[in-house]
């Protein structure tokens, strides 16, 4: 079954496309379900597709030599995936997993292929995330070099907290979550974040996270003893 034009064009990606354009790729896309914790993209396969998701959340993840599971980046609802794939044509270089129930959309990748050759806008769009994707990984190789979980910790919601236009994390992933990312255990990031909410520096809000004290988590970070005010 085809995807509506419409809902395509919830995506920054579609949204300038011409009408006779989001038709076309529209009839070739693919509505996907998958539960939590599905693979969605096999490291060192080939993709076909580029992902678009709806609804849930996916998280890029490696596979450490002594078989822990290391978070590299989350995608979120209308965020895409799968596109280093589809530009170099090699096969993935990192698992996709589903961290909730999930619905996403494939498009296959010789239809994005075309559109980044015949479009500046999604041809930006796809070079933007790919220098997005590539600093992400950057930042979280540094992070891992940190020597404390705490200083992990805090610098881990500093980078979260980038992605926002404020000190709210919008949909904050779950204590197992940042603990992949940063090479930890689950009771290790609670119990860093028991002490962070003793010492007033963040609040959990239902799904979200609102930071109060920013500096402290950017001392603490950077080793400096407390990182109190």
Request: aromatic share 6%.
């Amino acid at each position: 079954m085809p995807i509506a034009p419409l809902i395509l064009k919830q995506f920054d990606l579609f949204k300038q496309l011409p009408d006779d354009t989001l038709e076309l790729v529209s009839n070739l896309a693919q509505l996907v379900e998958v539960p939590k914790r599905k693979v969605v993209m096999e490291k060192n396969m080939h993709t076909h597709s580029l992902g678009l998701l709806l609804e849930g959340r996916l998280q890029g993840i490696d596979v450490t030599i002594d078989g822990r599971e290391a978070g590299l980046y989350f995608v979120d609802a209308y965020d895409f995936f799968g596109e280093l794939s589809v530009v170099d044509q090699l096969p993935a270089s990192e698992f996709i997993i589903a961290l909730t129930a999930s619905k996403f959309i494939m498009i296959p990748a010789t239809t994005i292929q075309d559109l980044i050759n015949e479009s500046a806008i999604v041809s930006n769009i796809i070079n933007r995330r790919l220098a997005q994707r590539l600093r992400e990984s950057m930042s979280q190789r540094t992070l891992l070099t940190m020597p404390s979980p705490m200083q992990r910790v805090c610098a881990q919601l500093i980078q979260l907290t980038l992605k926002s236009n404020n000190a709210t994390i919008a949909f904050a992933p779950t204590h197992q979550e940042i603990a992949i990312m940063i090479n930890t255990t689950r009771e290790t990031v609670t119990r860093a974040f028991q002490k962070l909410q003793a010492e007033g520096v963040l609040i959990r809000d239902g799904n979200h996270l609102i930071i109060h004290n920013l500096e402290y988590l950017k001392k603490t970070a950077n080793g400096e003893p407390s990182g109190s005010s």
